[in-house]
């Protein structure tokens, strides 16, 4: 039986936009005398992903320029409720006001989620490659909500390197009974695990998942294999 | 910065009805050569709780059959599609077929939620002190789908000893701005974590979740502060 570690990275300074993350990275396991190994996973939040990728925006604070800039992050507005609209984005993601951060930002200015975020991780997993010569996986995080349950959960938001979800289906059930769903979220499960460790601290955008089972490493996105497609949706 | 640790435990027998918990702990832990500490929490699968207390039921394979116990189980069906039926339990968890484990079990029987899984795991933490002397958490943990992400993850069903969800909203937003919702719920975070390295063996229902912030730990319960109350729900 093997063990996990979720181990989070000291916090770096202020991300700014054209910042090599790789080079971040670098400094931060420097300060924790830590190095990457194969199978290691790397978490990054996708907030230093976004500055990195310059989609810091100006934002004036006003009603009309967050619903703007909301309905220009989505493909449609699910519902309203107050301040909040619970969006699809252009990426399909399901998510409050578009996964736009407009709190906690450099004054009058908000941030945008990534373009692409499952690029991105893949950007980030090459760069890895390169300077430190190992095969890890990365996953970026952030924050969604959901809608039976209170309170906010970290999910995969882009990944690299690994199987998003895991199809545990076996044979057939030898009664004829129901089979059980069991594709696996392990990309969202292991996003909520980061958290734990990250949650606390907004300075601190990176940690190491170690300890995953072999299987779990493999091709995929985010993008494909978690998105759920809107017309299997019972509840849009 | 503190590493987190999700131990699984080895695999114990067959659990039967009437069977005492935390003796097959106790056997776990003596063959892993492991020791339980203060602010350990203690994972237990949903599976070996209902069998313990005696929630397994005759099943004769039939629709007609997995019907009824599936109405039985909930207080209203929320949609159904094919044999899927989304169901909001009497307990308020929105989840499929009412949580009611059809395979996986022995011919001839379902698998039913236990009753009042908070109560399950307020019962197996003071049991855990009685017979450890250590103060530990406990969290129940049960697998469920999502709207709108593809993949099923694990989240907590019942929880003794620890706040399921924390909140870490601070002072409002000196600009003025949208405050985040920023209330987080570790306790799915916690069950999603030991679902990566217990969901591959059935025959695994413990693992220990080590070096969680002291902060996590407190009171409440899962009924109460991780069930969305339904008149706060956009979408049932």
Chains 1, 2 share one sequence.
Do not use: C
């Not at 407009?102 to 990534?114: I, K």
């Not at 760069?127 to 209170?150: N, Y």
């Not at 938001?157 to 129901?178: C, E, F, N, Y």
């Amino acid at each position: 039986m093997r063990e996990l570690r979720v181990i989070p990275l000291p916090a770096v300074g202020v991300v700014q936009s054209g910042d090599d993350l790789t080079d971040l990275l670098v400094e931060s396991l420097a300060n924790a005398a830590l190095s990457l190994h194969d199978r290691d996973l790397v978490i990054v939040t996708s907030k230093v992903v976004s500055k990195s990728e310059d989609r810091v925006v100006q934002f004036d604070g006003t009603d009309r320029h967050k619903d703007e800039l909301i309905k220009g992050e989505s493909r449609r507005i699910l519902r309203r409720r107050g301040p909040l609209r619970i969006t699809e984005t252009h990426h399909g993601f399901v998510n409050a006001n578009a996964g736009i951060d407009l709190s906690n930002t450099a004054p009058g200015t908000a941030v945008l989620l990534p373009k692409d975020p499952d690029r991105s991780a893949r950007r980030i997993r090459a760069d890895i490659r390169r300077r430190f010569g190992v095969d890890v996986a990365v996953i970026i995080t952030d924050t969604f909500g959901r809608v039976w349950r209170q309170g906010v959960t970290d999910v995969a938001l882009g990944s690299a390197g690994i199987k998003p979800v895991l199809d545990l289906r076996g044979t057939p059930d030898a009664t004829g009974r129901i089979l059980e769903v069991t594709e696996v979220a392990i990309a969202d499960e292991i996003a909520g695990a980061a958290n734990l460790v990250l949650g606390k601290d907004q300075g601190t955008p990176f940690a190491i998942v170690r300890g995953l089972d072999d299987s779990y490493f493999g091709s995929g996105s985010v993008g494909e294999d978690l998105v759920r497609p809107p017309n299997e949706d019972l509840f849009r």
